[in-house]
């Protein structure tokens, strides 16, 4: 019996060593996790800030001035007719330019016929059915502030704002 009392007086107290080593083991490996969250907390809120970070404050300034705008002529543009009709259809559109900076917007003024010459180029090959809609308008609106953006660059235009558009 005395073999059988010490095997288990063995095991009870390897069995109670090892949760208490376990329990350190748990108790540093958390403190080391705490330790890193912390460190890396601190130097997330202590980092320089990053280039796209910097640009977003840039472009925060840029918002608080008021944008310029730049009126173009109003134009009358036959477009094609799709082969539906007998008669051309006629586009009149009144186009007004937003610019960011005033300085920008004498840089552009003399460019204004180049910039009306992209217009019609491109609008004269629309068709009734390409301006239904909103997203037709959207999408009218975004290819010409791509071309406007291309005949004057390096300067840059913000938007393509519409006073009047008329399809007959």
């Known amino acids: 019996m005395s073999k059988k009392t010490s095997k288990t007086d063995e095991e009870g107290a390897s069995g109670e060593a090892a949760p208490k080593g376990g329990k350190k083991k748990l108790i540093m490996i958390g403190g080391a996790v705490a330790l890193l969250a912390l460190g890396g907390g601190g130097w997330f809120f202590l980092k320089k800030p990053s280039a ?22 109003d134009m009358m543009i036959g477009i094609s007719n799709g082969g539906q009709q007998d008669r051309q259809p006629i586009i009149k559109i009144k186009v007004v330019l937003e610019i960011a900076d005033a300085k ?4 552009i003024k003399p ?11 491109f609008m004269r090959e629309l068709r009734p059915s390409d301006l239904e809609g909103s997203a037709g308008m ?16 390096p ?3 913000d938007a393509v704002l519409f006073k009047e558009l008329l399809v007959q």
């Open 52 to 73: 796209e970070q910097l640009a977003a404050a840039e472009l925060a300034k840029a918002a608080k001035k008021p944008a310029a705008f730049v009126e173009m002529k």
């Open 104 to 107: 920008v917007s004498d840089e």
């Open 138 to 153: 959207y999408r009218l609106k975004e290819e010409l502030l791509r071309r406007v953006n291309v005949t004057v660059h």
């Open 155 to 157: 300067a840059k235009v």
């Open 111 to 121: 460019l204004l016929p180049r910039v009306e010459d992209a217009f019609q180029v």
